[in-house]
């Protein structure tokens, strides 16, 4: 796999809309993890030094940054997926290895899934399951019910014979009935929300604002960066216990957004890292949290003062940890949190360059909160890649 970091949000163009109506989750999901969206063919293409550059109909151009896949292109050294570098309302320009001159063909343009495949599809109405194709991938199933208003049911299993049937559930019944809840939206049933996917081949990372403040709720499925060689059972879910407006607790306990000290809950790995057992409690825990309490990243109970560091003027971060069984099992990859109080200084997708250990990486900052009660802090997540695991 490429190692390119994917970055879809409702704006772009052609991105699917997510709302409390049934089934929309899985039309983000389908587009982001498995087709991709927004295609459009190419006037003309040429290549100079390394550069692309393609033309497309007014209006039909792609955000720097993200991710495309170009098809049907003369020299087939043009296609396959890559970075947009710069952008105009017709024109994009991407790194190619494919020799200077113009390009022929039908060529197509359109947002790169994150070549994830869709098992079962089909087959039972509004419920969807997902899993990676990369070769090192553990291989659990994400098996989405998006049946109900206003939230979707997920869970994630070790194997799957059906749509509906499978072994080693992630969590168990007996550990949450039914499985875990990401909100799509609390409002009214047709209106959209705001949403964001930071996917690789490996997992991915959904954050939606459920009631449109600016606060959202970022949950994770897939393989952890962990500190086992070769961990088969590397996988974590994260997702609310409970549905609805619960209290504060209830309603974070899947964000990532939070490093938990008191309440550990709704976040579960596969197995142990021995691999007895079946699914297990995993504690979300920020690797620079001091303070006794529950903490949002970006947000005054860390402890650590407020943006910027005077010392370096520099904006401070860390890794949210996964603690389970008396060991640290890992970390969540491409994920950082903040550990000083940022206030609302990093607006949602307000891309910015890195520095430091993250010279050369776009950070992609946003809002995390409550969803009855308005953001309390930020999270930022690597955008160019590779994630380390």
Same mark, same amino acid.
């Given at each position: 796999?490429? +190692?390119?970091? &994917? *970055?879809?949000? @409702?704006?772009? &163009?052609?991105?699917?809309?997510?709302?409390?109506?049934?089934?929309?989750? %899985?039309?983000?999901l389908?587009?982001?993890?498995?087709?991709?969206?927004?295609?459009?063919?190419?006037?003309?293409?040429?290549?100079?030094?390394?550069? =692309?550059?393609i @033309?497309?109909?007014?209006?039909?151009? /792609?955000?720097?940054?993200?991710?495309?896949?170009?098809?049907?292109?003369?020299?087939?050294?043009?296609?396959?997926?890559?970075?947009?570098?710069?952008?105009?309302?017709?024109?994009?320009?991407?790194?190619?290895? =494919?020799?200077?001159? !113009?390009?022929? #063909?039908?060529?197509?343009?359109?947002?790169?899934?994150?070549? $994830? =495949?869709?098992?079962?599809?089909?087959?039972?109405?509004?419920? #969807?399951?997902? *899993? !990676?194709?990369?070769?090192?991938?553990?291989?659990?199933?994400?098996?989405?019910?998006?049946t109900?208003? =206003?939230?979707?049911?997920?869970?994630?299993?070790?194997?799957?014979?059906?749509?509906?049937?499978?072994?080693?559930?992630?969590?168990?019944?007996?550990?949450?009935?039914?499985? %875990?809840? $990401?909100?799509?939206?609390f409002?009214?049933?047709?209106?959209?929300?705001? $949403?964001?996917?930071?996917?690789?081949?490996?997992?991915?990372?959904?954050?939606?604002?459920?009631?449109g403040?600016?606060? /959202?709720?970022?949950?994770?499925?897939?393989?952890?960066?962990?500190?086992?060689?070769?961990?088969?059972?590397?996988?974590?879910?994260?997702?609310?216990?409970?549905? +609805?407006?619960?209290?504060?607790?209830?309603?974070?306990?899947?964000?990532?957004?939070?490093?938990m000290r008191?309440?550990? &809950?709704g976040? $579960?790995?596969?197995?142990?890292?021995?691999?007895?057992?079946?699914?297990?409690?995993?504690?979300?825990?920020?690797?620079?949290?001091?303070? *006794?309490?529950d903490?949002?990243?970006?947000?005054?109970?860390?402890?650590?003062?407020?943006?910027?560091?005077?010392? @370096?003027? #520099?904006?401070?971060?860390?890794?949210?940890?996964?603690?389970?069984?008396?060991?640290?099992?890992?970390?969540? !990859?491409?994920?950082?949190?903040?550990?000083q109080?940022c206030?609302?200084?990093?607006?949602?997708?307000?891309?910015?360059?890195?520095? +430091?250990? /993250?010279?050369?990486?776009?950070?992609?900052?946003?809002? *995390?909160?409550?969803?009855?009660?308005?953001?309390?802090?930020?999270?930022?997540?690597?955008a160019?890649? !590779?994630w380390?695991r």
């Amino acid at each position: 796999m490429d +190692g390119l970091i &994917r *970055v879809f949000t @409702n704006t772009q &163009r052609g991105a699917p809309a997510l709302s409390g109506t049934a089934g929309t989750l %899985l039309g983000v999901l389908r587009a982001c993890l498995v087709d991709g969206y927004g295609a459009t063919g190419a006037t003309s293409a040429t290549i100079a030094s390394g550069t =692309a550059t393609i @033309n497309l109909p007014q209006g039909s151009s /792609f955000d720097v940054g993200t991710v495309v896949r170009i098809s049907g292109a003369t020299p087939a050294a043009l296609n396959g997926d890559a970075r947009v570098l710069t952008a105009t309302s017709a024109q994009i320009t991407v790194a190619t290895d =494919a020799p200077d001159g !113009p390009a022929g #063909g039908s060529i197509a343009v359109k947002m790169a899934p994150a070549d $994830w =495949a869709e098992r079962f599809a089909g087959t039972v109405k509004n419920v #969807g399951v997902f *899993v !990676p194709t990369a070769v090192k991938a553990t291989g659990m199933l994400l098996r989405v019910d998006d049946t109900a208003a =206003a939230s979707a049911r997920v869970r994630a299993y070790e194997a799957m014979t059906a749509a509906s049937t499978g072994t080693g559930l992630i969590p168990t019944n007996t550990q949450v009935n039914g499985g %875990l809840w $990401w909100p799509r939206s609390f409002q009214d049933a047709s209106a959209p929300v705001a $949403w964001w996917i930071v996917a690789d081949a490996r997992g991915f990372y959904l954050a939606a604002d459920s009631l449109g403040i600016g606060a /959202f709720t970022v949950f994770h499925a897939g393989d952890i960066l962990s500190h086992a060689p070769g961990d088969a059972w590397g996988y974590l879910l994260t997702g609310n216990e409970a549905d +609805g407006f619960e209290p504060w607790s209830t309603s974070a306990f899947g964000c990532c957004g939070v490093s938990m000290r008191n309440f550990i &809950r709704g976040a $579960w790995l596969a197995r142990l890292h021995t691999g007895i057992g079946g699914a297990v409690l995993a504690q979300r825990i920020g690797a620079h949290h001091n303070g *006794v309490a529950d903490a949002w990243a970006g947000g005054a109970s860390y402890g650590f003062g407020a943006y910027p560091n005077s010392p @370096n003027n #520099g904006l401070m971060t860390c890794a949210l940890e996964l603690y389970t069984d008396g060991v640290l099992r890992g970390a969540l !990859p491409g994920l950082l949190h903040p550990f000083q109080d940022c206030g609302a200084q990093f607006a949602t997708g307000g891309f910015f360059d890195g520095e +430091g250990d /993250f010279a050369g990486r776009r950070l992609l900052p946003i809002g *995390v909160g409550l969803p009855f009660s308005g953001r309390y802090g930020t999270v930022l997540f690597d955008a160019t890649g !590779p994630w380390s695991r």
